[in-house]
Structures are given as structure tokens and as C-alpha cells.
């Protein structure tokens, strides 16, 4: 039994749902070979990613190999409701809801993980933390999971290095068609749209600073120099600030940036990545987000203390009144900006990394027995099926070595 906002929503949800299959064709062609060969027959699927069409789609692809899936968000301000209703409407079994509280998101993943899964597919981890500390009965019966985002990965190789990760994971976002073009193009295109959608505000001729220099903060700086910005990077790892440097932006500490600020984002994972120095600092109107997995990486609490009034500004926008009258603009409460104020990475992006999902989810149906716990890399031959897919979805072809030229690049002796 499902439980969702409105499930008479179902509808809208399916044509959403049907708009990303059609931009979607790697994963349209392993949705025809999963019906073919049902490879998820009698397999229970506990599934939490961002709750919206494209997630929506994978799930369809995984109930046409024969999966039996067990469906929640991973973000309470990302779930799509009539998205959740088309999917409770075919016959899954989903629990979520938009703006769910803590305690209802954490009932969500429980009814998620008490439908005894063998395949966990987490973003962010949420689902294999919660199956490890509160449903240890249950572990045996996994044979292994995929986790989706950074976050969750450096979450599992803590688990995995403290000796408790009891069942592989394998670690979706570190395949070369993952975080080559999901978090890169992905993150850098639909972080704006959110921005742009939720703020009515130019980006050309302000200063973006971009918090955290991986692949997504390097989309992010992209996308915002190519909108006409400025850009300031911040980091804490000296190789990537002296990239950032050569790839042509102002590199500085967080409290040096508050300074010269329009727009700030965070990328980097990690927590208080903006807090009271920064605030202290920042300019009247200076508009806040973040493009982390957690809403950690802004301090809230410290700026709700810092502040003499919290005011709503507009659909997801919140003022925060400093004791001088400067307004600090924080957007969709410090979450995931391209989701809870936005529609999350293009169908075209999505369709790469839920296809890697999929086979992955597959592999370890055929394979997962024999893998010992712990983070496993994706399968390279699986990064290579889906990046050719996707050469002949846009009818692209590529060169292939001649057995010469293969013979050469495996030989010392030359």
C-alpha cells in the first residue's frame, strides 16, 4: 500500500513521466531488453533518489525486468506529488510526499527499507544507514545496492572503513559517464534553472561565488561565467584552487568572497561551509543556495541567530533581516537547489547515469553474491555500453584500434 499526497495527481505525473522517456534512449533500449529478459524477477528494489520524472522512468525500466519496487525520495522538498501518484497508479509501492516533515521522511525510508529489499539503489546513503542501524535482521537478505551521489559515497567508505558496511555497494557516481556529464553538465545547468526560475534575477555582470571545485562546482562556475558573471571559487584543496586559478576565476578564502558576492552556491559535500564570518560580511540582497546533498552547508542556524526577522520573499525565498537592515536571501531553505527549486538535471543527462543504475542493479543480481562488502567500482565494461548507447542514440561513430595498434599499446618493447 502506497502512501502519497494525491493520488487522483496521476496523470499529470505520466505525462511528465512520458516527456523524459522520449528524450531518454539508453535507457528506452535496457527498458525493452529488461522486458525481454526480466533479469528483476521475484528481486525486491528499495529505491530513494529524487523523487521526479526521470527517477520515476528508472523505476518503470526496473519494474519491466520483473522488480518488485519499494519507492521514496531522498530529499522531502524534491519530490514531484503527481510524479509519486503515477507511480503508486501503476502498482508500485511508494511512499513520499512533497514538504514532508523529518519525522514523516523518516517514516517514508522505514517503510521503504520494511519491504526486506535485496537491491538497495540510495542517494545520499539515507536507506543503507537506515537498514545497518535499525533493521540489522534484514541485512543478510541484501545482496548489494548502488549509491547515486558523492555524499553517499563518502559515507559508505566510512561505513566500509570502520568494518560495518555489511553488503557491497557499488559506486554509481564514480562511473566516467556519471560524473564526466551528470555532475558537470548536469549540476551546472539545472543549479541555474532553479536560480533563475526561483529568483526572476540577471546573472550577467554579478559575482557568482562558487563554493567547492569538484565536477559539479566546476559546472556550476561554467554555466555561471557563460551567463556573464564573474566568478570567485573557494576551496580547501590546493590543487583544485590552483585549477580553478588556470580555468580563469578569482580563487579566495569564504570570508575574503562574502565581500564581493551576488550569488553564492555550495558544492562541496561537507557542512558550515557558510557560516557567521561570511554573514557578517555579505552584501545587502546577496542571494544564498546550495547544490550539496545536504541542507548542512549553509549555516541556518547560525544565520536564524544572527537575524532580527525572518521574512518570506517569494515562493522559496526566505529573508533574513540583519541587525543593519541588509537582507540575506537564502533559496528553497538550503537544499538541493536544481531539485526543491527546480526540475534536477536535463532528461538527456539522466538518461547516462539511470542507465548505469540499471545495469549496475542488474550486475549485482548476477554477480553480487560473489562480491565481498565493501565500495566497488562500476564495472568498466558497463560505463563503456552506455557511452557507446549514447554515441548511437546521436548517431555518432568512433574510431577503433586496428589489432596493430592495439598489439602497440600493450607492448614495452616498441
Given at each position: 500500500?502506497?502512501?502519497?499526497?494525491?493520488?487522483?495527481?496521476?496523470?499529470?505525473?505520466?505525462?511528465?513521466?512520458?516527456?523524459?522517456?522520449?528524450?531518454?534512449?539508453?535507457?528506452?533500449?535496457?527498458?525493452?531488453?529488461?522486458?525481454?529478459?526480466?533479469?528483476?524477477?521475484?528481486?525486491?528494489?528499495?529505491?530513494?533518489?529524487?523523487?521526479?520524472?526521470?527517477?520515476?522512468?528508472?523505476?518503470?525500466?526496473?519494474?519491466?525486468?520483473?522488480?518488485?519496487?519499494?519507492?521514496?525520495?531522498?530529499?522531502?522538498?524534491?519530490?514531484?506529488?503527481?510524479?509519486?501518484?503515477?507511480?503508486?497508479?501503476?502498482?508500485?509501492?511508494?511512499?513520499?510526499?512533497?514538504?514532508?516533515?523529518?519525522?514523516?521522511?523518516?517514516?517514508?525510508?522505514?517503510?521503504?527499507?520494511?519491504?526486506?529489499?535485496?537491491?538497495?539503489?540510495?542517494?545520499?546513503?539515507?536507506?543503507?544507514?537506515?537498514?545497518?542501524?535499525?533493521?540489522?535482521?534484514l541485512l543478510s537478505k541484501v545482496t548489494g545496492g548502488c549509491e547515486e551521489t558523492t555524499t553517499g559515497i563518502i559515507r559508505l567508505r566510512s561505513m566500509a572503513k570502520e568494518g560495518m558496511l555489511r553488503f557491497p555497494m557499488i559506486a554509481v557516481n564514480n562511473a566516467r559517464c556519471k560524473y564526466l556529464f551528470d555532475n558537470r553538465y548536469g549540476t551546472g545547468q539545472s543549479v541555474w534553472d532553479g536560480i533563475n526560475r526561483t529568483t526572476n534575477l540577471i546573472v550577467a555582470g554579478k559575482t557568482v561565488v562558487v563554493a567547492g571545485y569538484g565536477w559539479c562546482g566546476k559546472g556550476v562556475a561554467m554555466r555561471a561565467k557563460a551567463l556573464g558573471a564573474q566568478v570567485i571559487v573557494t576551496?580547501?584543496?590546493?590543487?583544485?584552487?590552483?585549477?580553478?586559478?588556470?580555468?580563469?576565476?578569482?580563487?579566495?578564502?569564504?570570508?575574503?568572497?562574502?565581500?564581493?558576492?551576488?550569488?553564492?552556491?555550495?558544492?562541496?559535500?561537507?557542512?558550515?561551509?557558510?557560516?557567521?564570518?561570511?554573514?557578517?560580511?555579505?552584501?545587502?540582497?546577496?542571494?544564498?543556495?546550495?547544490?550539496?546533498?545536504?541542507?548542512?552547508?549553509?549555516?541556518?542556524?547560525?544565520?536564524?541567530?544572527?537575524?532580527?526577522?525572518?521574512?518570506?520573499?517569494?515562493?522559496?525565498?526566505?529573508?533574513?533581516?540583519?541587525?543593519?537592515?541588509?537582507?540575506?536571501?537564502?533559496?528553497?531553505?538550503?537544499?538541493?537547489?536544481?531539485?526543491?527549486?527546480?526540475?534536477?538535471?536535463?532528461?538527456?543527462?539522466?538518461?547516462?547515469?539511470?542507465?548505469?543504475?540499471?545495469?549496475?542493479?542488474?550486475?549485482?543480481?548476477?554477480?553480487?553474491?560473489?562480491?565481498?562488502?565493501?565500495?566497488?567500482?562500476?564495472?568498466?565494461?558497463?560505463?563503456?555500453?552506455?557511452?557507446?548507447?549514447?554515441?548511437?542514440?546521436?548517431?555518432?561513430?568512433?574510431?577503433?584500434?586496428?589489432?596493430?595498434?592495439?598489439?602497440?599499446?600493450?607492448?614495452?618493447?616498441?
Open positions: 500500500m502506497s502512501l502519497v499526497r494525491d493520488i487522483s495527481q496521476y496523470k499529470s505525473g505520466r505525462l511528465k513521466i512520458d516527456w523524459v522517456k522520449a528524450h531518454m534512449p539508453v535507457l528506452s533500449g535496457i527498458e525493452k531488453d529488461f522486458a525481454n529478459e526480466r533479469p528483476f524477477e521475484g528481486v525486491r528494489v528499495a529505491l530513494s533518489i529524487h523523487l521526479e520524472a526521470k527517477t520515476a522512468y528508472l523505476c518503470r525500466v526496473l519494474a519491466s525486468g520483473g522488480a518488485q519496487m519499494y519507492v521514496t525520495g531522498s530529499n522531502p522538498l524534491s519530490t514531484q506529488d503527481d510524479v509519486a501518484a503515477a507511480l503508486a497508479k501503476d502498482g508500485m509501492n511508494v511512499f513520499a510526499w512533497h514538504g514532508a516533515t523529518e519525522e514523516e521522511y523518516k517514516e517514508h525510508l522505514k517503510r521503504v527499507i520494511e519491504g526486506a529489499p535485496d537491491i538497495i539503489i540510495d542517494d545520499g546513503g539515507d536507506l543503507v544507514n537506515l537498514i545497518h542501524n535499525e533493521y540489522p535482521s576551496e580547501i584543496d590546493p590543487i583544485k584552487a590552483m585549477e580553478a586559478r588556470m580555468d580563469g576565476y578569482s580563487v579566495m578564502k569564504m570570508t575574503e568572497a562574502a565581500k564581493e558576492g551576488d550569488f553564492f552556491v555550495t558544492v562541496t559535500g561537507c557542512k558550515d561551509v557558510i557560516g557567521t564570518a561570511a554573514f557578517e560580511n555579505m552584501k545587502d540582497g546577496a542571494v544564498l543556495c546550495n547544490a550539496g546533498h545536504f541542507n548542512v552547508e549553509i549555516n541556518l542556524n547560525e544565520l536564524q541567530k544572527a537575524a532580527v526577522k525572518i521574512i518570506p520573499q517569494r515562493k522559496n525565498i526566505t529573508g533574513y533581516v540583519m541587525p543593519d537592515g541588509r537582507i540575506l536571501s537564502v533559496l528553497a531553505e538550503g537544499r538541493l537547489v536544481n531539485l526543491a527549486a527546480g526540475d534536477g538535471h536535463p532528461a538527456e543527462i539522466m538518461d547516462m547515469s539511470f542507465s548505469i543504475q540499471a545495469l549496475c542493479a542488474e550486475y549485482l543480481v548476477a554477480h553480487g553474491g560473489s562480491l565481498a562488502a565493501g565500495v566497488h567500482d562500476v564495472p568498466p565494461e558497463i560505463d563503456r555500453k552506455v557511452a557507446l548507447r549514447k554515441l548511437e542514440s546521436w548517431g555518432t561513430d568512433i574510431d577503433t584500434l586496428t589489432p596493430e595498434q592495439q598489439k602497440y599499446i600493450n607492448s614495452w618493447n616498441v
